[in-house]
């Protein structure tokens, strides 16, 4: 494989960013009228109709569990279980990923518990051009 | 503008019907609907035909390929699970204007077995069990777990859910399973997505429904009020925003709004309520719509499981049909057939499982994305 195709890891969605000179973030869309927070770029606010008045917003990297599922049976080919969760990160903005390093037993994962986001390989996942990708994870907080 | 009324309706076994078309399927109940009032396909002035796994092809034509081509206008439907109730709800629209006197509504569907759903797709790398999970099991586990976190409800309880319409259903010859699953059988069925296991999700099913509508006028002039069901509200939301709506679809703000909409439509309350069939998709979403369609307080669905105010003979029985989870889930099918229940029960027809001096019922149901439809029908007096 020559140098140029041995390129950067990719991010799994268009808004997990992965600066060549900083840490990676998850990056939201804020609405200037409303203050809504979105995933990914769009038009216009949903909440309150205003058009262009989105900003693209460094969310946080810890927030806290809302709720959760344990997930056992999946589509073939993927590994089971994992945990299924729903975060909303301090300051705004809610983000669904898996929660890991954590048994995956509902008496040991609490409703509300403080998590930080983590950046790691997608689990070894390769699109068919052969490309490895980041994604981000939710564990609990340090 | 003149009131609406159901004079035909009636559903098919629920079933697995690989070797059958999706017109065939629906028109088995379509001919049904017509044979329950006597009328013919003559009679009718349109038809709206709900089907969401052939959306594009034409399913309400090539029903009338099977039971008689008149040359009516032909209006198909797809609404994620609210498909069906989307196409009763058109037929009586179409009535409510005056445009028609008498329309023909059905619903069908061919499933398959397996699971719906999927996180993400698109480009790049399968998102599903990486970035959370997309599976409806999931998707509606998290949903329930929105309830057990404000509230305390507990696994026991969301599965005491599957246990009372599976029960339900034993009394109902047309649901997919008559099948008791006590307790322990529920809890400990294969876990699908915590908290709901494999007897608390759906059943995936084929199966179609059909109802036959008509102006008051048509009514009294063909003589059907007898078996009538008045429509006596029809309303259709989708979800407002909420903050969690990118990661988490809301099926409660939805049917909040929709009850609050039907009940003043009707003119009745919650506690005029005999008998309701709400979107059971799996059991943790039961409960949350006790209280989304103000069948008990806020933060009280857990006693109303426990206390057995759902089950049939209880204050306000809850899917006894059977339910989505027992019944079955023909998705484009499922609006009409929850339709077929109450009407079957205004009618005093409904046998083992009838819900004694029934008077008023209501439908719900949800089209994840999301799509609420919520019809209240009267017993004619």
Not at chain 2, 16 to 38: H, K, M, Q
Not at chain 2, 348 to 362: D, S, T
Not at chain 2, 373 to 380: G, S, W
Request: aromatic share 6%; proline share 4%.
């Amino acid at each position: 494989m020559s140098e140029e195709n041995a390129a950067r890891p990719l991010p799994v969605v268009p808004y997990l960013k992965l600066p060549e000179d900083g840490d990676p973030y998850i990056e939201g869309q804020k609405c200037s009228e409303c203050s809504a927070i979105y995933l990914g770029e769009r038009g216009g606010c949903s909440k309150c109709g205003a058009r262009g008045t989105l900003q693209a917003t460094k969310l946080s990297n810890r927030g806290k569990l809302h709720v959760f599922s344990i997930v056992h049976r999946s589509f073939p080919g993927i590994e089971v279980p994992y945990v299924s969760a729903i975060v909303d990160l301090d300051g705004g903005g809610t983000v669904k990923g898996n929660l890991i390093n954590i048994e995956p037993d509902p008496e040991k994962i609490q409703f509300g518990m403080p998590v930080e986001v983590v950046y790691a390989d997608a689990l070894g996942r390769k699109d068919k051009d052969g490309n490895s990708y980041i994604s981000y994870f939710f564990q609990p907080a340090s | 503008m003149t009131d609406a009324y159901v004079v035909g309706i009636d559903m098919i076994k629920f079933g697995r019907f690989p070797d059958r078309t999706v017109p065939e399927i629906g028109s088995e109940a379509a001919l049904l609907a017509l044979a329950d009032c006597g009328l013919k396909i003559q009679d009718m002035e349109a038809l709206y035909c709900g089907n969401l796994g052939q959306a594009n092809a034409m399913v309400g034509q090539r029903i009338l390929q099977e039971i008689g081509q008149t040359g009516i206008p032909v209006v198909n439907c797809a609404n994620a699970c609210a498909t069906g109730a989307t196409a009763f709800r058109e037929g009586w629209m179409s009535i409510k204007a005056g445009v028609y006197d008498t329309v023909l509504c059905v619903g069908v569907e061919q499933m398959g077995k397996g699971l719906l759903g999927g996180a993400g797709g698109g480009s790049g790398i399968p998102k599903e069990g990486l970035l959370g999970s997309g599976t409806m099991p999931a998707v509606f586990a998290e949903a329930g777990q929105e309830h057990a976190s404000k509230y305390g409800t507990t696994f026991e309880q969301f599965a005491k859910v599957s246990v009372k319409n599976h029960h339900h259903s034993t009394l109902n010859p047309k649901a997919m399973y008559q099948i008791e699953t006590p307790l322990e059988t529920v809890m400990n069925a294969e876990m699908i997505a915590y908290p709901n296991t494999k007897l608390m999700c759906s059943v995936n099913v084929d199966g179609s429904a059909a109802a036959v509508l008509c102006s008051e006028k048509k009514v009294r002039e063909l003589g059907l009020m007898g078996r009538a069901v008045k429509v006596s509200a029809s309303v259709m939301t989708s979800d407002p925003w909420q903050e969690r709506d990118l990661v988490m679809p809301d099926v409660n703000s939805c049917t909040r709004q929709a009850a609050a909409k039907a009940f003043e439509m009707a003119g009745v309350g919650a506690s005029d309520v005999d008998l309701v069939e709400l979107h059971d998709c799996f059991a943790t979403a039961e409960i949350l719509h006790y209280e989304n369609l103000s069948l008990c307080g806020e933060g009280e669905a857990g006693h109303m499981i426990d206390s057995g105010d759902s089950a049939l003979g209880g204050r306000c029985p809850v899917n006894v049909s059977g339910g989505l989870l027992s019944k079955g889930h023909p998705l484009g099918a499922t609006g009409i057939a929850n339709i077929y229940e109450v009407s079957t029960h205004l009618r005093g027809e409904a046998g083992k499982r009838q819900v004694e001096g029934a008077k008023v019922g209501m439908t719900h149901v949800i089209g994840l994305g999301s799509a609420c439809a919520i019809h209240v029908l009267e017993k004619v007096s």
